[in-house]
């Protein structure tokens, strides 16, 4: 079955880089329409869409954070990594990754999150 | 910042019929991309529960229905009940932000 999990740093300094790792399995990101995208969620607050990459290795990422985040993958350890430079106590949030198919099926299946807190 | 503006919160009785709406603009549900919504009972991550404007994954209760119009979507939860009792989300895609997905604001279901 497909499952995803977060993981990295609980607790980040201000201006620190953020380095979260998405381990999945159930799935190749190398199948023709794939996607794992990265989601936040600030305490009390909405989702907040941050990053995507596809099968085909294309990466889009939120119009108004895209200077500070990057996004890759490695294939053959299924594993998706997704970086926030210049990280701020407002980043506080908890992060999660999520498949899509590009069928439509929305994001069919999500990690349990991980938070991550923003403080010196 | 979210592109997709929902009500706050919306409640009801035990057996009622609750509706939430999801309005965009132009450029994301009006665009004809599909609306999907997404239901988050506290402390866990979000689960979908309509996707394609209006279907629902295998195990999803058929009270749980959705629709899309012009540049507006609705979830509606016909017989509400107490396990109902969580955030919703409507999401998007929006042609003005570059491929990006678009969340709406989120709603709370309160159940009396």
């Known amino acids: 079955q497909v499952t995803l999990r977060e993981s990295g740093p609980a607790l980040v300094k201000p201006t620190q880089t953020l380095t979260l790792t998405c381990t999945f399995s159930?799935?190749?990101?190398?199948?023709?329409?794939?996607?794992v995208s990265w989601i936040r969620q600030p305490p009390g607050k909405a989702l907040e869409w941050l990053a995507l990459i596809d099968w085909d290795d294309d990466k889009y990422y939120s119009t108004s954070l895209k200077t500070r985040l990057t996004i890759s993958r490695d294939t053959s350890q299924n594993q998706v990594v997704f970086t926030m430079t210049n990280m701020d106590p407002v980043d506080t949030a908890t992060y999660y990754c999520?498949?899509?198919?590009?069928?439509?099926?929305?994001?069919?299946?999500w990690g349990q999150g991980t938070v991550v807190t923003v403080s010196s | 910042q979210s592109v997709l503006t929902q009500t706050p919160s919306v409640s009801g009785a035990p057996g009622q019929r609750v509706t939430i709406s999801c309005t965009g603009s132009?450029?994301?549900?009006?665009?004809?991309?599909?609306v999907h919504w997404y239901q988050q009972l506290p402390g866990t991550a979000p689960k979908v529960l309509i996707y394609g404007n209006n279907n629902r994954p295998s195990g999803v209760p058929d009270r749980f229905s959705g629709s899309k119009s012009d540049t507006s979507a609705s979830l509606v939860i016909t017989g509400l009940q107490a396990e109902d009792e969580a955030d919703y989300y409507c999401q998007s895609y929006d042609s003005s932000l570059s491929g990006s997905h678009v969340f709406g604001t989120g709603t709370k279901v309160t159940v009396l």
């Open positions: 132009s450029s994301n549900i009006g665009a004809g991309y599909d």
């Open positions: 159930g799935f190749s990101l190398s199948t023709s329409g794939m996607r």
């Open positions: 999520a498949r899509e198919i590009s069928s439509g099926l929305g994001l069919d299946f």
